[in-house]
Every structure is written in C-alpha cells, then in structure tokens.
C-alpha cells in the first residue's frame, strides 16, 4: 500500500502564523496555543492513520466480462481491527479502475464486512490483473486529509466489446434474413405459423391460425440441414491496425448473437479452430477472441465446409477470394475487408 498524505495550505498556514506571533512577542499564552494546535495535529494525523489502517478491500465481478459495457460488481469491504472502528471513510477508484463512483461510509465497526453494489467498466478487451482504489477520510477534526492507495489483484479476462457498433448490426441483420431465407422450407420438422404470401400452394395453409387471426396463416417447416456459420479471422495484417481490433469486436458480436439464436457457430484463424456448441461453449470462442493478437507474415487457410456460412474477415479480401472464400457455391457468404467498417454498413 502506498501512502499519501495531503493537508489543506489553511492548516500549515495558520501554524506558521501562530508560531511567528509566538516567537516575535515571546508571549506565553502564544506557545501554549501553538502547542495546542500541534498536539491536535499530530493526534489528527494518529487518529486518522489507525482509522485507514486494517481497511481490506474485495472486488467481486460476475464471471463474464465484456469490454466498453458497465457490469455490476460487488465491493466488499471489511476491518480487519477486532475492536476499532473506522470513521467517515470515502473510497473511490484510480483512472484506470473502471469505477468512477465515490462511496461514503460513515462508520465500519470492528470486525465487520459491509459489501455495497457498484458499476465496473473496462476500456479494452485481455486480461486484467490490478484495479487501484483510494481510501480517504478526514476524521476526526478535519484539518488534514489522509489518502491511502490500495491495489486489488485479481485475474480478470475481458471479453471484445459484445455491443453494437457502426455497422455490426446491419451485417447481423443481413446474415440473419440469409439464414432465415435458407431455413425456409419443407422438412419433417414444425418451424413457424406466418401469414400467406402471394402463389403459395394453399395445403399448407393453417386454418385454426386462419380463422382466430382473420387472416391466411400457413405452416413453415425447418429444413432439417443445421444453421452452420463459419467465421474466419485472418491474422494476417499490421500488428498496430486499428481496423483488426474492429474485426475482433464484430467477430465477437456475430457470433455471441448468431449462438443466440441457435446456430452452431465455428470460429476459424491460423491457429484456432473450434465450434460452438459442439466443441465447447461459446465463451471458450470469446476468451480465445479477448487474447488474440495479429501473427503478420502466417498464411490463412481455404474453406473446408462448403455447406456453411461463410463470415470472412481479411486485411486482403482478395487473397481470401483467391482461396476459395465465399466463392457463391454452397450456402455464400460475406467478406469484409479493411473498409468494412469506415461508414454505417458493413454488409
């Protein structure tokens, strides 16, 4: 813990003026009051010391994290002194905590736990290991502040960013009327009631969804082939672009959203492949996604599943192309290059 204490410029002030009249009028009554002063000085400075001392603090965040959203957190706060209490306490956290709040406590007996609900905010996507917060207080008199800095270890993996962002959620959109335009069909398996569009054969027509709505409903059947998308992150581009760190927030985002809606998502780069739900969870694609970094000079691979969708992200659409990608056979695709994400559409 690192110690810093602050007194306000009236305090030292008022002591050097009293200290002067002191010894310019040599009169006692001034000595007494300047050793006053300094003795209610120093057991300020005592008091407060012991108050900040003993102060253990617990940051509790949920399990999964994703960058530039504000998640609820649970700070706990405990005395480790069996019988002093500590007074008028404030923490608050560093710049770089991601707690921008203060909070106040009036009094922490001894021994005791309080545990208070706040919001937590993480700039960046990766690991993160030490929040920094500030224990404060001015009991018992006021006259000095008493600052200590305290360092909460903990080891925290962030998600990339899960909000949508310029574009993500028009190129979501498209994918999804894509898939919804491929699920429509005729298999074995019920998928939905719609209403009636233009020339459609008429055996297929609800008519207990007809006759409580008013209106023609027809039965839809799934096909019975699954919803299968393949993402591919070439990590192939410049080690400082700015437009791969977009490429993983939308990878992210696509596949988060797509795992929603119940299609089996494959997540593919130089060094990475694994599907979701079939190979693991979701989140095991988002941890790998919050630790990846560009590998410049390692070339991508081609398709191997012609039947999926294909979401192919490249600093070099073209050499994606060449390879095979999103090439209109099979299910098609999308392919986003560095521009993708430069308007509002990044479909």
């Not at 706060?77 to 991601?98: C, D, V, Y």
């Not at 005791?112 to 018992?140: C, I, K, W």
């Not at 027809?218 to 019975?224: G, I, M, Q």
């Not at 990590?235 to 993983?248: G, K, R, T």
């Amino acid at each position: 813990m690192d110690l810093d204490s602050h007194r306000p410029f009236s305090v030292p002030a008022a002591l050097a003026l009293v200290a002067l009249a002191a010894f310019l009028s040599a009169n006692n009554l001034m000595f007494l009051i300047l050793a006053a002063m300094l003795a209610t000085l120093l057991i300020s400075g005592f008091i407060s010391r012991l108050g900040l001392a003993g102060l253990e603090l617990n940051l509790m965040l949920p399990e999964h994290i994703s960058a530039r959203r504000k998640v609820r957190a649970g700070i706990r706060l405990r005395n480790l002194k069996n019988w002093i209490p500590s007074f008028s306490i404030h923490l608050a956290g560093a710049a770089e905590s991601g707690f921008d709040a203060i909070l106040y406590y009036p009094v922490i007996p001894g021994g005791a736990s309080l545990e208070e609900s706040v919001d937590v905010y993480f700039p960046r996507r990766g690991p993160q290991r030490e929040r920094s917060f500030q224990f404060s207080t001015r009991f018992p008199f006021g006259f000095a502040e008493r600052r200590e800095m305290v360092t909460a270890k903990h080891d925290i993996l962030v998600y990339p960013c899960l909000d949508p962002q310029p574009g993500f959620e028009s190129l979501l959109a498209a994918v999804n009327g894509e898939l919804e335009a491929q699920q429509r069909g005729r298999g074995s398996d019920f998928y939905r009631i719609r209403p009636y569009e233009v020339l459609e054969s008429a055996r297929h027509v609800d008519w207990k969804a007809t006759a409580h709505t008013g209106d023609l409903q027809v039965r839809e059947f799934a096909r019975e082939q699954d919803h299968r998308v393949d993402i591919y992150l070439d990590l192939d581009c410049a080690l400082d672009s700015p437009w791969f760190e977009s490429a993983v927030d939308c990878s992210a985002f696509l596949a988060f959203r797509l795992s929603e809606r119940g299609a089996r998502v494959r997540l593919r780069t130089q060094e990475f492949d694994m599907s979701a739900p079939d190979d693991a969870s979701i989140y095991t694609i988002l941890k790998y996604l919050a630790l990846v970094s560009p590998m410049r000079g390692k070339p991508p691979a081609g398709p191997d599943d012609p039947s999926s969708f294909h979401i192919v992200f490249s600093a070099e659409p073209q050499r994606m192309a060449a390879l095979g990608w999103v090439s209109g056979e099979g299910r098609g695709g999308r392919l986003i290059g560095v521009d993708a994400f430069t308007g509002a559409d990044a479909g």
